[in-house]
């Protein structure tokens, strides 16, 4: 399959892009910057969301993988954007704690990188 090296340098791009983004919410929820919850609960607002939700091709849509990382990606979204207000509401402390290892959200996107090599690697 010619897409297969292709889908494996996209899904690879996409690992490192989401573990650039955790850090990015991490920080976001140390310092208090500014990140809109709304936005941040958007799957399709990331480059690897907006690279899911505009798929077209069939040997991609077609995979089981895609259909399980569509879901799951959209549950880190969703958990994420329900840390920021408890960083906002001064519960700094507890919004970094659910980030934490064990944790529902440390969990989620644990279960997104390991769907996603699974769907890289072919397995």
């Given at each position: 399959m010619d897409a297969q090296p292709d889908?494996?340098?996209?899904?690879?791009?996409?690992?490192?892009?989401?573990?650039?983004?955790k850090v990015q919410l991490a920080e976001a929820i140390e310092t208090g910057a500014d990140m809109d919850p709304?936005?941040?609960?958007?799957?399709?607002?990331?480059?690897?969301?907006?690279?899911?939700?505009?798929?077209?091709?069939r040997r991609v849509t077609a995979d089981g993988h895609w259909e399980t990382t569509m879901g799951v990606h959209a549950q880190v979204h969703s958990a994420a954007a329900s840390l920021l207000p408890m960083a906002k509401n001064g519960k700094k402390t507890e919004a970094v704690a659910a980030?934490?290892?064990?944790?529902?959200?440390?969990?989620l996107t644990s279960q997104l990188t390991r769907e996603m090599l699974a769907w890289r690697d072919g397995k």
């Open positions: 889908l494996a340098r996209q899904l690879t791009a996409a690992i490192a892009a989401h573990g650039q983004w709304s936005t941040v609960r958007r799957d399709d607002g990331c480059s690897f969301g907006q690279w899911l939700h505009q798929q077209t091709d980030m934490g290892l064990g944790q529902s959200f440390s969990k």
